[in-house]
């Protein structure tokens, strides 16, 4: 199956600071990425949808200005939590179509574990 | 809309069978399934895509009833490997990609 990779695996900061996070698609090009994130022992929420060569669309309650996702080529799309605070603590989760139709298999990446302190 | 999954939880003995149910209020398109173990990014197992549709993959196979707007996972034979949360997601109704709808998820374990 088709790999998707995440960089940073693990990441702690401090309140404040802002934290990037790169989902990539190694074997595949992927007009579309997903951005979720999961809290533990809770489901995966959809945060944004992240558009090559375009504006990222963002689910309802999801500041946009405070997730800054910049989709820079077809095989890398960047997640930046501006000013972290606690609450941000998560597990972030990319997936990318292997295609670009909704009949296409997403494949997810191995996980951004977010601690804010 | 999120799906419903059911059960939440099941435990079973190895070589028992599970099923695991996923069911939506509003019209599926497509239904995919995962398997997620703790800690872990969810690893696809299948997609279905049209009212009827079965898919099988070694021992775990899936059903989708469009009509019903439901799908079921089949576990047959459970394995050790097997235990881990299963997520059923949803898709929407366009031609292209959308992001997914996760149910809560199903924490299956398998004991010896």
């Known amino acids: 199956g088709a790999v998707v990779s995440q960089h940073p695996s693990r990441v702690i900061c401090k309140s404040g600071t802002s934290v990037k996070i790169e989902c990539r698609s190694l074997d595949f090009q992927a007009t579309t990425m997903f951005w979720y994130r999961q809290f533990p022992k809770q489901s995966l929420m959809l945060m944004a949808t992240s558009n090559e060569g375009s504006k990222a669309t963002y689910e309802q309650g999801v500041e946009k200005d405070k997730f800054l996702i910049n989709h820079a080529s077809l095989t890398l799309s960047t997640l930046t939590v501006t000013s972290a605070h606690p609450e941000d603590s998560s597990f972030y989760i990319c997936?990318?179509?292997?295609?670009?139709?909704?009949?296409?298999?997403?494949?997810f990446g191995p996980g951004t574990r977010l601690t804010v302190l | 809309q999120q799906p419903v999954q059911s059960p939440q939880a099941v435990i079973l003995r190895e070589g028992e069978d599970a099923v695991i149910n996923c069911s939506s209020s509003?019209?599926?398109?497509?239904v995919h399934w995962y398997r997620q173990k703790h800690g872990e990014a969810p690893v696809f197992l299948m997609i279905l895509l049209k009212g009827g549709e079965q898919k099988g993959h070694e021992k775990i196979s899936a059903s989708f009833n469009e009509k019903k707007q439901q799908s079921s996972l089949y576990l047959t034979a459970s394995q050790l490997s097997y235990s881990g949360t299963y997520f059923c997601?949803?898709?929407?109704?366009?031609?292209?990609?959308?992001?997914?709808?996760f149910g809560k998820g199903t924490h299956l374990i398998i004991q010896p």
């Open positions: 509003k019209a599926l398109y497509s």
């Open positions: 997936s990318a179509p292997a295609g670009g139709a909704r009949t296409d298999t997403q494949y």
């Open positions: 997601g949803t898709g929407g109704s366009g031609g292209g990609a959308d992001g997914l709808t």
